[in-house]
Structure formats: C-alpha cells, structure tokens
T-cell receptor
C-alpha cells in the first residue's frame, strides 16, 4: 500500500529565505507526483506536476524534483515571501491505482515578514 | 480557463434536510471527482466519474449520492447527514490524458455544516 510522508509538519522561516519542503513515498511504481498549495478554508491549487519519467519541473520561484528510485520529491521555494504562507501537499498517482491520488499530510509553511 | 467552480460556498443544513452541491468545469476534462476534507487533514477521495460514468465509489455511505448529468457538471446530493459529515467538500477534474500527464485541478470547495 502506497504511503506518502511529508516532514516537517510545520515550518516557519523569515522572509527572503530559500527553503525546501520534503515528500517521500514508499512505492516507486507511480505515474506522476503533484505538488499543491492550500490556503486556510480554500481549495487546492496545483503548483507542479512531475511525470514519472521526469527529474524536475520549474514554475517561477518554484522547483520540484523527483527521485523515483529513492521515493523522494522536494519542492524548492526561492526568495520566500509572506504570500507563500500556506499548507503544501504532495500527492502521488500510483500505478494500478485507477485515478486515485495518495496524499501526504502536508507541511504548514509560515513566512515571517 | 483552468477553473473548477463550486456552489454554494457555504451550506448549513439540519439532519433531516436534503441539499445538493454543484461543481462545474469547462476545460473539456472527462474525469471528475468528489473529495471530503476534515480540518488539518488531506482530502479523502469519495467518488470518481470517468466519461460521465461512476468509476470509483470509496465505500461512501448512501446518504451521499453523486450525479454526473453531463461532462461539465457534477452534483453531490445530500440526505439525512450526520454532524460528523461536516467538512470541506472539494470537487476536482482531470483531462484523462496519457496517465503520466493526468493533472487534477480542484475547485474552491463547499464548507458544509450539519447541525
């Protein structure tokens, strides 16, 4: 059974710092991995999707990497801003899992001005 | 347009009421999803529709009844809910492209409170 873990559960950093969020998964048989952002009480915003054959994806100040063999992904946020404060969720789409996503518990990120 | 819309934004209902949640997307996506999310937890999948047919039901109680009238619309009919059903209900859609490229897009959610 695929399990996804995100550590730490919460992170607080000063504005302007570069930071890395971690995601690990137990089974490397995946189609893709998606990173989402969720503001309190709101829906999920898709940030990046990394296909299983890809190593990384970039969008603006965000860079996500995927190491399928070791079961790890990282989300790198450059020059953090208070507006980046949110919960970040990673989710994998397992092979043989129909269209289901398996989510991690999320990392709650706070950027202090 | 990469938007999934949901109505209403908030809903308060009694345990004997019948209400419906609505979800709409105009991205031409052929898969649509209902999720339930409790506070400080990740979303939990409830139902998946592919090409307007129910393909996944995650053993959801029958007091939740999904409906997909066409490829753009998804409804969730609610009846005789319990207070523990109070949660954020999220709709999502995906294009059903080659599996590696199948990205899910979420709506803003409906905050449901059952009294």
């Amino acid at each position: 059974k695929q399990e996804v873990t995100q550590i730490p559960a919460a992170l607080s950093v000063p504005e302007g710092e570069n930071l890395v969020l971690n995601c690990s998964f137990t089974d490397s048989a995946i189609y893709n991995l998606q990173w989402f952002r969720q503001d309190p009480g709101k829906g999920l915003t898709s940030l990046l999707l990394i296909q299983s054959s890809q190593r990384e994806q970039t969008s603006g100040r965000l860079n996500a990497s995927l190491d399928k063999s070791s079961g790890r992904s990282t989300l790198y946020i450059a020059a953090s801003q208070p507006g980046d404060s949110a919960t970040y969720l990673c989710a994998v789409r397992p092979k043989g899992g129909a269209q289901k996503l398996v989510f991690g518990q999320g990392t709650r990120l706070t950027i202090n001005p | 347009d990469t938007e999934v819309t949901q109505t209403p934004k908030h809903l308060v209902m009694g345990m004997t009421n019948k209400k419906s949640l609505k979800c709409e997307q105009h991205m031409g996506h052929r898969a649509m999803y209902w999720y339930k999310q409790k506070a400080k937890k990740p979303p939990e999948l409830m139902f998946v529709y592919s090409y307007e047919k129910l393909s996944i039901n995650e053993s959801v109680p029958s007091r939740f009844s999904p409906e997909c009238p066409n490829s753009s619309l998804l409804n969730l009919h609610l009846h005789a809910l319990q207070p523990e059903d109070s949660a954020l209900y999220l709709c999502a859609s995906s294009p059903l492209l080659r599996r590696e490229r199948n990205e899910q897009f979420f709506g803003p959610g409906t905050r449901l409170t059952v009294l």
